[in-house]
């Protein structure tokens, strides 16, 4: 399988998809949790977590939040693919074409479709 028609299959996968596979196999540049388990990661420094929800803008009211992530930001929202803009699912496997040997595309879209 060549990279064009790895991308042709990853435009016609479900998004929600996309997201887990990315969330399960990044280099720990992606980290999302639910709103209570980051909230209970910063439970012992107040403080911290006063600072960092003010500096990105965070309200907490939703399920998810994606923190040291892909694009350097914080998030949050009320599913996980709703995390990730088209762009950054697109870019993300894009990138990881590039890094790929032909037989490792097979691998990756079958854990996709798991």
Do not use: H, W
Request: glycine share 2%.
């Amino acid at each position: 399988m060549k990279k064009a028609e790895f991308m042709e299959f990853i435009e016609g996968t479900d998004k929600e998809k996309l997201v887990q596979y990315m969330i399960d196999n990044n280099d720990g540049s992606i980290a999302v949790l639910e709103t209570s388990e980051f909230v209970q990661a910063y439970a012992d420094v107040p403080s911290s977590l006063a600072r960092f929800i003010r500096d990105a803008e965070l309200n907490l009211d939703c399920e998810f939040v994606r923190i040291d992530t892909y694009y350097a930001d914080a998030l949050e929202a009320d599913t996980m693919d709703e995390l990730f803009t088209d762009d950054e699912v697109t870019d993300y496997f894009d990138d990881l074409a590039d890094s790929l040997e032909d037989p490792e595309f097979d691998d990756i879209l079958i854990e996709v479709e798991a």
